[in-house]
Structure formats: structure tokens, C-alpha cells
Nanobody, 125 residues
């Protein structure tokens, strides 16, 4: 069992930067893929970025490429999502997720086994 706790959300203006943190506990993450998803009001859960813990391979949604960076800290068992040049359309609840025993990063939320409670990001225009 893995527990995930997100933090770092808030209200920012368009063009600002924000960094989200996902603290994991319960198991080492060496065999996991860690992902960030988001869900805006009235919309489905959308893939943002993922990182393969073992080799730090990263993948991004087109909407995140060039603006967002996912990274991880092995000693802290923590995953980060650094967001820059934020837009109002980035407004959503952001979720951290863990895919157990995977060697490939999935864009599909159903592939992920554990989820955090989410953190709200609001970008004003």
C-alpha cells in the first residue's frame, strides 16, 4: 500500500509559476511509475505528466510540454511538478498517482493503483 499526499496548490495569476509536491509513504517507489493528473470542473481526469522512478524517464501531455517539469527525489520519496507560464485553462484539481510494478509510463488513469486526495490550482486571468 502506498499513501500519497499532494501539496503546493493555490491561487496564482496567468504567467506565474507554481510547484506541486507529492509525498509518498508505505513502500519504496523503485518499481513504480508516478504520474500527475488533473481534473477541471465538469471534465474528466486528464493526464499531465509521468516519471518512471527507476530511470527518471519522463512523459508529458502536449498541454504540459515546455511549461511543466516532473521530477523525483529518491531520498525523500517525493515527486514534484514544477509548472510555469500558467494559463487559466490549467485551473483544476491536480492529483498524484502511482502505478505499481510498471516499467512504462501510462497516459491512462486506470493504469494507476494509488491516488492522492488532490490539490487545487487556480489560475486567474
Amino acid at each position: 500500500q502506498v499513501q500519497l499526499v499532494e501539496s503546493g496548490g493555490g491561487l496564482v495569476q496567468a504567467g506565474d509559476s507554481l510547484s506541486l509536491t507529492c509525498a509518498a509513504s508505505g513502500r519504496p517507489l523503485s518499481n513504480y511509475v508516478m504520474g500527475w493528473f488533473r481534473q477541471a470542473p465538469g471534465k474528466g481526469r486528464e493526464f499531465v505528466a509521468a516519471i518512471i522512478w527507476a530511470d527518471r524517464t519522463t512523459v508529458y501531455a502536449d498541454s504540459a510540454k515546455g511549461r511543466f517539469t516532473i521530477s523525483r527525489d529518491n531520498l525523500k520519496n517525493t515527486v514534484y511538478l514544477q509548472m510555469s507560464s500558467l494559463k487559466p485553462e490549467d485551473t483544476a484539481v491536480y492529483y498524484c498517482a502511482a502505478d505499481r510494478g510498471s516499467s512504462r509510463a501510462s497516459y491512462n488513469s486506470q493504469a494507476y493503483d494509488y491516488w492522492g486526495q488532490g490539490t487545487q490550482v487556480t489560475v486567474s486571468s
